[in-house]
């Protein structure tokens, strides 16, 4: 029972321009949420988090969203840059964490 | 040595051997996760350990054992393994409560072969 997905396997983006990887879930007891970003040949590290009582958090070039009756949590990333082109997996949970099958970004200079 | 150290990084092994895969953290964090990472699928969560207790087991065949000594070492146990088990295996370390704000600090994991 597949609790985190990112519908989307890839995504390209053209450098300078926004960068926007979704995830939804579907279990209501989450309530907190976190991105991750993995390079080849390492461990995913973690990138950005929100909790379920905000609907949005910043932290320079991302900002992660989340629609709660929606069940829906996006990562932006403006503007992207060629260093940012990696696997992105969404996790969420309440005591332990489920995640996503990522979504590989690829930013083209 | 910070953060999470995962050895080996590279391991293949016959479907009748025995090994054992190491995780060490030296964060001071409480809490430490075993995952697995097939190709194209969501990282599965197999172990859970809350304070060198096991707090979780995903129904993970028997075939994987883990041990957790203390809070700064985590072990799991191969044997009789399956070509399907062939898999990057992730440990994480998190520090109880406060993983919201933090999340999970992951090791560079070990890949796995069964041949």
């Known amino acids: 029972d597949q609790q985190v997905k990112q519908n989307s396997p890839s995504l390209s983006v053209q450098e300078g321009r926004i960068s926007i990887l979704n995830c939804d879930y579907t279990n209501s007891m989450f309530d907190y949420f976190l991105w991750y970003k993995k390079y080849p040949a390492e461990g995913p590290t973690f990138l950005i988090s929100i909790s379920s009582i905000k609907d949005k958090n910043e932290d320079g070039r991302f900002t992660v969203f989340l629609n709660k009756s929606a069940k829906h949590l996006s990562l932006h990333i403006v503007p992207s840059q060629p260093g940012d082109s990696a696997v992105y997996f969404c996790a969420a949970g309440h005591n332990d964490m489920r995640f996503g099958a990522g979504t590989r970004l690829t930013v083209k200079p | 040595e910070t953060g999470v150290t995962q050895t080996p990084r590279h391991l293949v092994m016959g479907m009748t051997n025995k090994k054992s895969l190491k995780c060490e953290q030296h964060l001071g964090h409480n809490a430490m996760y075993w995952y697995k990472q097939s190709a194209k699928k969501p990282l599965e969560l197999m172990f859970v350990?809350?304070?060198?207790?096991?707090?979780e087991n995903n129904s993970v065949p028997s075939r994987f054992s883990p041990e957790c000594p203390n809070s700064s070492h985590l072990f799991l146990h191969l044997h009789t393994l399956q070509p399907e088990d062939s898999a990057l295996y992730l440990c994480a370390s998190s520090q109880m409560p406060s993983v919201a704000n933090y999340g999970y600090t992951f090791g560079s994991g070990t890949r796995l072969t069964v041949v």
């Open positions: 350990y809350n304070f060198k207790e096991q707090t």
